[in-house]
């Protein structure tokens, strides 16, 4: 047996033990006050309560969808352990998420109870939480892969070409699991936000997260489940998607086994660089933004440094005479740290475009909704450009236009290195974004129990760090999910036969299948934003119904119910989910059996176009509206309460769908389609409308 696999695993069970420690390193720091604590558990019930409902839905799909697959396999139409392998795709992808909301909703009030003795502890406690979940997301997607890998291969014996051929149709569960979790949490958690600042802030003029609003613990409890628990399943999906479609192309490369274990190696790799990179994490107190940040980036940095050094040395050993490889994987690792610092260019306060977003509010609301969606629309560009030159470099370095027989296949092996080398740091980069919820929630908590004004100052200065690295966290997912989507594409191709395919453009189910999929992530994102505003006014009604109806409910003389808020949104959030999510798998099938593969092709390129560019848009929209609403709330333009704030108040309203909802999950839409295309690649290609036609 080769050990390569088994040095594979060991990794991953180190990145699993390494967060099991960080889980009860945090779990043992105390959490303050019983007011506190108290606040904690609130969220915590709450947090849990949606999860449980919201995995006995998902069960359901996944229990028919396992049955369906088991009868496609059983006449041959796909190989006995694509449902197995469905099922432990979503399995692994929903536990990351519910570890990652399990530690986050400990951490909070542990963070907030550091920020009362320094700036330092409260970092130190909220970004060892956003290490337990980005460690066990990794963890778990290696562990999936190896053993999946070990299995297939010594167990039941498969050729090289034909463990890869299965092994990409494993990612159909993850990627099925991460668009529930980050739909359905998004439209909880913006539901919840949008509600609470349209009563609390604009109508009865209470500052966010105090006790007296009645969604504040629903508005709490959402940042866990979409911030948190979402976005784990959806890196969790990518980071899974990528390494398998790189070992794909690896065997179309000609590379074989060894070149299998390239991406799963550097994963590895990325794991150790990870732990290692969050030693280095820390800062002062008094500390401003930028130094804040340098300290998270400090961690990220010395990882990609580590991880680049290791890989040329891998590369070396494994495939002797092709070190040039190295600059695929160096493109893309450049390519996500770029991606993060323009994203925090245009989202945080500490910049320009910002600034003057906040700015734009001394003519109000309606300005700083245009100069926002400028802003979001500018912001493309550089994202695009990036990724453009990221692809330009790996496809030559790896021999792109080599003149070799398969030059074009070893180029594409390049992209698919370019986007593992992107993810292979996941675990301290996932690190730096799930310490966001984490910060937001510990000022709240220090909001409603009354702690003194400092305790909610570096509170402060913990959440709005955390909306630039939680908008930096979306660019990187938002660009890995564009390479990952790619390499998926290409290895869609692969397995129908490039020689059975007409991809001309004027070939018309090409053109009408790009046509669709440039529409496919406009019609999901309406269906996502409709959905936030509907659960949203069912909160708007029932806040104001309790200012109305509870006496001494302003006075702080009464108390809230929180818990009619917490399942408005959890009962909205699940049925509303199901629209956006089936769209997802249903659009694949549905164009594949009237375009034919070609179509399936043309929905996938025009799907990862139109969606990368949306998804950035809406996500550096959506965090510019809020860093500037925190600006203004920091005392610049009047301050809190002022006609400046109220303006950007609402236009944070507008954002918050825009980057928790339907910008993120765009990038999992554009990811599951070419995940459900592969699945039924072999169906469609042996019976379809065109070939009917004769097209």
């Known amino acids: 047996m080769n050990y390569i696999p088994i040095a594979v695993l060991i990794c991953a069970v180190i990145a699993l033990v390494f967060a099991a420690v960080k889980f009860y390193s945090v779990k043992r720091k105390p959490e303050g006050t019983e007011k506190m604590a108290s606040i904690s558990a609130k969220i915590r019930k709450g947090a849990m309560a949606y999860l449980k409902r919201q995995y006995k839905t998902v069960g359901v799909f996944f229990a028919v969808m396992f049955v369906i697959l088991a009868i496609l396999a059983f006449f041959d139409m796909l190989t006995p352990f694509v449902p197995f392998a469905f099922i432990t795709g979503g399995l692994f992808s929903g536990l990351s998420g519910f570890v990652g909301m399990k530690i986050a909703t400990y951490a909070n009030s542990r963070t907030a109870n550091g920020a009362r003795k320094s700036l330092n502890a409260g970092l130190k406690i909220a970004f060892s939480s956003g290490t337990v979940m980005g460690l066990t997301v990794v963890g778990l997607g290696l562990l999936d892969i190896s053993i999946w890998y070990i299995l297939l291969k010594f167990v039941f014996n498969l050729d090289i070409s034909e463990v890869t051929s299965a092994m990409l149709t494993f990612g159909m569960g993850a990627s099925s699991m991460a668009l529930f979790a980050r739909v359905g949490g998004g439209i909880f958690t913006k539901a919840a936000d949008v509600g609470a600042d349209l009563v609390g802030k604009v109508e009865v003029g209470i500052p966010e997260d105090d006790p007296r609003n009645p969604a504040c613990i629903a508005d709490n409890v959402g940042d866990n489940v979409g911030d948190v628990a979402g976005m784990g399943a959806d890196l969790y999906e990518s980071y899974v998607g990528s390494i398998i479609s790189c070992a794909a192309l690896a065997v179309a490369a000609g590379y074989g086994e060894q070149g299998v274990f390239v991406p799963m190696l550097i994963a590895a790799i990325g794991i150790i660089s990870s732990i290692v990179g969050t030693f280095f994490v820390s800062t002062k107190e008094n500390a401003d933004q930028k130094s804040l940040l340098s300290s998270l980036r400090r961690g990220t940095y010395v990882s990609s440094a580590i991880t680049a050094i290791a890989a040329a040395v891998l590369i070396a050993v494994l495939l002797p005479g092709k070190i040039n490889l190295i600059w695929a994987v160096i493109s893309g690792l450049l390519a996500g740290v770029l991606i993060g610092f323009f994203t925090e260019y245009y989202t945080s306060d500490t910049y320009k475009p910002t600034k003057d977003l906040a700015s734009s509010s001394e003519t109000g609301s309606a300005t700083v909704i245009i100069n926002g969606i400028s802003l979001g629309m500018l912001s493309t560009a550089i994202p695009v450009i990036i990724i453009a030159i990221s692809i330009i470099i790996s496809f030559l370095a790896s021999g792109g236009a080599s003149g070799a027989d398969n030059a074009f296949e070893l180029g594409l092996y390049g992209v698919g290195l370019s986007a593992v080398g992107m993810l292979s740091t996941l675990g301290i980069t996932l690190a730096t974004d799930a310490y966001g919820p984490v910060a937001d929630n510990a000022g709240g ?220 999950s765009v990038n999992i839409l554009i990811k599951l389609l070419s995940m459900v295309s592969i699945v039924f690649a072999t169906l469609v290609a042996n019976g379809n409308l065109m070939q009917l036609l004769g097209m």
């Open 445 to 664: 908590i220090a909001e409603m129990s009354g702690l003194e004004p400092e305790v909610r100052k570096r509170t402060d200065a913990l959440d709005s760090l955390g909306n630039t690295t939680a908008a930096t966290g979306k660019g990187f997912a938002i660009g890995s999910a564009a390479l990952t989507a790619l390499a998926l594409i290409v290895s869609y191709t692969d397995k129908i036969g490039v020689e059975n395919l007409n991809l001309k453009i004027t070939n018309p189910p090409v053109l009408i299948g790009l046509l669709i999929g440039a529409m496919l992530p406009f019609l999901f994102s309406s269906l996502t934003m409709k959905a936030v505003g509907r659960a949203a006014q069912k909160i708007v009604v029932e806040v104001r119904r309790q200012f109305r109806e509870i006496k001494g409910l302003m006075t702080g003389e009464a108390e809230a119910d929180y818990e009619a808020c917490v399942d408005i949104c959890v009962k909205s959030s699940l049925k509303e989910m199901i629209a956006p999510a089936a769209l997802g798998i249903i659009a694949p099938i549905v164009v594949g059996f009237t375009l034919g593969s070609n179509g399936v092709v043309g929905m996938l390129s025009g799907a990862l176009v139109s969606g990368f560019v949306l998804a950035i848009m809406m996500s550096n929209s959506g965090g510019a509206w809020d860093n500037a609403k925190k600006y203004i709330e920091a005392g610049n333009y009047n301050g809190k309460g002022s006609e400046n704030h109220k303006a950007t108040v609402v236009g944070d309203t507008v954002g918050d769908p825009f980057k928790d909802t339907a910008g993120p």
